[in-house]
């Protein structure tokens, strides 16, 4: 690996509910259907709720109290105990930013992303462990780090066999120097870090959301359920969420129609009208991930509009800044992850961009509340 997104985690691609042995680390059914067809996850369930059609394709989530992570012992430690949050009402975007709408951006702007630059050591020592040894200018090439699936079987130890660092590759090139985003405008945008979230946001008027907004947007009203349609897992069939159908990592046999990233609005909305909130990509949220952050706040009692932590923190690289990322991608499948779940989270290093790793906007302003 070449440069500071070269240096990622098994845990940053996608965490198993019950893991095989420790991953090596990476640095940078049909159930419902008719009734999911008629209406989305909402009216499968009965949700009612009046959703409020907002600014720019937003939708009007409406504050309440919610379970926050899971009691599922189970369940990654990260994600528990679960804890009684409060949140305010706030505008979601209905789906991902999409590369069209990144490019209006870019165009606007002149916005050259992370993974357009090249590596400054001295920004990318921040990511390795203590007296790491600065790499050979000639590897510090600007690119990102792109899923490249195994022709064959692999154990799912080492995520290095379906992940590399590709100079050239980024939002415009998201599989490297020869790809584009023909036909993919309705896609979408990958190869994003935080921070090029965060310019994007600042740039729409809008920001990332907390990652207490985002688990309660996505569970879309249906308070404890495993995940946004209700407890029952998706069948190998279902074209319920963007998610790997086959045997992972080396054989998708795109029984949805898509090997990666599917257009935005593929799949049912939720209860809010929000689309895609667990499949196709991961999401960037404005908090700063820590394993431990749910210990700490489930002896406060019911906690209102949490912010996050100040600092990050993972065990398993406790130097490498993290913010956290949610909703799980088209990568993942049970035999790996369960990561298609409201609960499910993770951090990722904040300079990272990746072929699964996306985000969408809020904000709090009642503007144009219909």
């Not at 009691?71 to 009402?89: F, Q």
């Not at 975007?93 to 990144?102: G, H, I, L």
């Not at 998708?252 to 667990?278: C, H, K, Q, W």
Request: aromatic share 12%; with cysteine; net charge neutral.
């Amino acid at each position: 690996m070449s440069s500071k997104r070269a240096r990622r985690t098994a845990e940053q691609t996608d965490q198993p509910p019950a893991p095989p042995p420790p991953p090596t680390r990476l640095s940078r059914r049909v159930f419902l259907f008719s009734a999911l067809a008629a209406g989305g996850f909402g009216a499968a369930y009965g949700i009612t709720k009046l959703v409020s059609r907002g600014p720019d394709g937003m939708k009007w989530i409406p504050g309440g109290e919610f379970t926050m992570g899971s009691a599922d012992s189970k369940l990654p430690r990260h994600e528990r105990p679960a804890h009684t949050i409060k949140v305010d009402g706030f505008w979601m975007d209905e789906t991902e930013v999409t590369n069209s709408a990144f490019r209006a951006f870019v165009d606007t702007t002149g916005y050259i992303t992370t993974a357009e630059k090249k590596p400054d050591w001295e920004e990318l020592k921040k990511f390795q462990p203590p007296d790491s040894p600065k790499p050979d200018e000639s590897r510090l090439v600007p690119g990102s780090m792109v899923f490249s699936p195994p022709a064959t079987p692999v154990p799912l130890n080492n995520a290095r066999l379906w992940w590399k660092y590709v100079p050239g590759a980024c939002w415009k090139h998201p599989s490297g120097p020869e790809s584009n985003l023909d036909g993919k405008d309705d896609h979408p945008v990958i190869q994003v870090s935080w921070d090029d979230a965060v310019a994007y946001c600042l740039w729409a008027g809008k920001r990332l959301p907390t990652e207490a907004e985002w688990e309660y947007a996505a569970r879309g009203g249906l308070e404890g359920k495993r995940y946004p349609w209700g407890d029952h897992a998706p069948a190998e069939e279902s074209k319920i969420a963007n998610i790997w159908h086959g045997g992972f990592p080396h054989r998708n046999i795109e029984l949805d129609g898509y090997t990666r990233t599917a257009p935005v609005r593929s799949y049912p909305a939720n209860g809010y009208g929000l689309f895609d909130m667990v499949g196709n990509v991961w999401e960037w949220c404005s908090d700063w991930y820590r394993a431990d952050e749910y210990d700490r706040r489930a002896s406060q009692g019911v906690v209102t509009n949490p912010q996050g932590p100040s600092e990050s923190w993972d065990p398993n690289e406790p130097w490498a800044p993290k913010r956290v990322t949610r909703g799980g991608s088209f990568l993942c499948h049970i035999s790996y992850c369960e990561s298609y779940r409201p609960a499910a989270r993770r951090g990722t290093a904040s300079d990272t961009g990746m072929s699964h790793i996306g985000f969408r906007c809020v904000t709090s302003k009642e503007i144009g509340r219909s």
